[in-house]
C-alpha cells in the first residue's frame, strides 16, 4: 500500500511559478511510474505529467504544458515534483499525485495509488 501526500500547492499571479510537492510512504517507490493529474470543478481529471519507476525516467507532458510543466523525481527521498512556469488562469484546478507500477499510463483509472491533491489557483 501506497500512501502519497501533496503539497506546495497556492494562490499566484498568471505568469509565476510554482513547484508542487508529493511525498510517499509504504511500497517500494522507485518501482512506481508518477503521474500529476488536475481538475477542475465540473471537469475530468486528466494527467498533466508523467515519469515512469524503474530503470528508466521516461516522461510524459501533454501538448498543453509542455514546456512549461517539468516532472521530475528523487527516489531517496521517496518525492516526485512538479515544476510548473509561466503558470495560466487556466491551469487552476486541484492537483493529484499518482502512481501506479513501472509504465506509465494517461487515464486516471490506471493508476493505482492517489492523493488527496492541492489547489492551485492563478489569478489574471
Known amino acids: 500500500q501506497v500512501q502519497l501526500v501533496e503539497s506546495g500547492g497556492g494562490l499566484v499571479q498568471a505568469g509565476d511559478s510554482l513547484r508542487l510537492s508529493c511525498t510517499a510512504s509504504?511500497?517500494?517507490?522507485?518501482?512506481?511510474?508518477m503521474g500529476w493529474f488536475r481538475q477542475a470543478p465540473g471537469k475530468e481529471r486528466w494527467l498533466v505529467a508523467a515519469?515512469?519507476?524503474?530503470?528508466?525516467?521516461?516522461?510524459y507532458y501533454p501538448g498543453s504544458v509542455k514546456g512549461r510543466f517539468t516532472i521530475s523525481r528523487d527516489n531517496a527521498k521517496r518525492t516526485v515534483y512538479l515544476q510548473m512556469n509561466n503558470l495560466k488562469p487556466e491551469d487552476t484546478a486541484t492537483y493529484y499525485c499518482a502512481a501506479r507500477p513501472y509504465e506509465t499510463r494517461r487515464t486516471a483509472n490506471e493508476y493505482e495509488y492517489w492523493g488527496r491533491g492541492t489547489q492551485v489557483t492563478v489569478s489574471s
Open positions: 509504504g511500497g517500494r517507490f522507485g518501482i512506481y511510474a
Open positions: 515519469i515512469a519507476g524503474g530503470t528508466t525516467s521516461d516522461t
